[in-house]
Structures are given as structure tokens and as C-alpha cells.
Nanobody, 124 residues
């Protein structure tokens, strides 16, 4: 599976942005998709993940109530809607696929495939 994340950009605090993660290749396999982010000088951290069916999701506490993950398997695409954004959301966002784990898998090492990141900058 190859992943490509896009949709990043500059947004003001309180604003919204939607990221997309498109999957290519062996998309017939079922997989959990997660979003991670890495701010300058910080470690990569888990943001949110969604199961293959879309029926199960898991959010980091820092984004609960503000971010929403969804997926459209017909389009092999996962979306991350980010609302009420804060300066601390500034980071490079990565999407990743885990073949064998549920959305509660928050450790990056459990994910098998990664896309190139997309930069999100929130101005205060």
C-alpha cells in the first residue's frame, strides 16, 4: 500500500482545514489508517485512527471534539477534518496504514506503511 497525504497549508487559529490521505497499490487489503503529526523539535505523536469499516475510531485527547476522521473506501481515501485549530496543531501531518492493528494502536511502530507528510501551520 502506498499512501499520499495532502491538503496542508496555512490557517488562522480558530479556522478549519481538511487533510486527505489517498491509498494506492494493494488497497484490497483491510487496514487501519492513522494520522500522526510531528512538530519541530518534538517526537512524532498519534492524532487519530480509523478502522477499515469506519465504525471504530480513536482520538488523542488533544484533538477530541475538534478533529474528525472519516474514510471512503470506494475512493481509497481517508479524511481528517480539523476545526477550531490552535497554534499547537502546527506540525507535519502523516498518514499511515496498519495491517494488523485496531485504531487503538497509537504507537507509530505498529503502522506498516507511511505517506509523505503534509505541513499544517496555524497562525495565532
Amino acid at each position: 500500500v502506498q499512501l499520499q497525504a495532502f491538503g496542508g497549508g496555512l490557517v488562522q487559529a480558530g479556522g478549519s482545514l481538511r487533510l486527505s490521505c489517498a491509498a494506492f497499490g494493494r488497497t484490497s487489503r483491510t487496514y487501519t489508517v492513522g494520522w500522526f503529526r510531528q512538530a519541530p523539535g518534538k517526537e512524532r505523536e498519534f492524532v487519530v485512527a480509523i478502522s477499515w469499516s469506519g465504525g471504530s475510531t480513536h482520538y488523542a485527547d488533544s484533538v477530541k471534539g475538534r478533529f474528525t476522521i472519516s474514510r471512503d473506501n470506494a475512493k481509497n481515501t481517508v479524511y481528517l477534518q480539523m476545526n477550531n485549530m490552535k497554534a499547537e496543531d502546527t506540525a507535519v501531518y502523516y498518514c499511515a496504514a496498519a495491517l494488523y492493528y485496531l485504531p487503538t494502536a497509537t504507537m507509530a511502530r505498529l503502522y506498516d506503511y507511511w505517506g509523505r507528510g503534509t505541513l499544517v501551520t496555524v497562525s495565532s
